[in-house]
């Protein structure tokens, strides 16, 4: 499946923002655009912004696979990504993490069996006075979460 046009005219803008010989400039916005449209960045997708944009395949699928932000494979519903750097660690992100995993009944990097829940170990959000910190499908932070927070985040998400 192809991006929409909506999504090339929104990734025109952000190409617009720079010279014509630096378009790869570009790349972190496109995907985020493709991503939003999608719900993850296929290969084939990836390689679709790699000829609009003019990259080598391979230079668009590295800033993809590098950064936690983007969706490699198909998500739940809800990415709930914990920041595990050590300020959070230091606030209590792994209990939270054994909680949340207890909880889902899944590890880091699987999804739910009925697809509502993806969690993810993430890097810094730079949020570290408000540790530990989730975020939700990558716009929505969560600060000085515990699992009891966990629990009404959760409930919370079920019903949305």
Known sequence: M???P???KKIDRELSKFPPDQRQS????????????????SNETMQEL????GMPPIA???VASFYTMYNLKPMGKFKLTLCTNLPCQLQGAMNCAEHAKKTLG??????????MFTLKEGE????CGDAPVFTVNNHDIRAKITPDQFDV???DLKKA
């Open 60 to 62: 668009v699928y590295e």
């Open 106 to 115: 899944i590890e880091f990097g699987d999804t739910t069996a009925d697809g």
């Open 50 to 53: 790699a000829t609009y944009i």
């Open 2 to 4: 192809s991006l929409s």
């Open 124 to 127: 810094c959000f730079g949020a």
């Open 26 to 41: 570009a790349v972190m916005a496109a995907l985020t655009i493709a991503q939003t449209e999608m719900g993850w960045l």
């Open 6 to 8: 909506e999504a090339f």
């Open 153 to 155: 985040l959760i409930a």
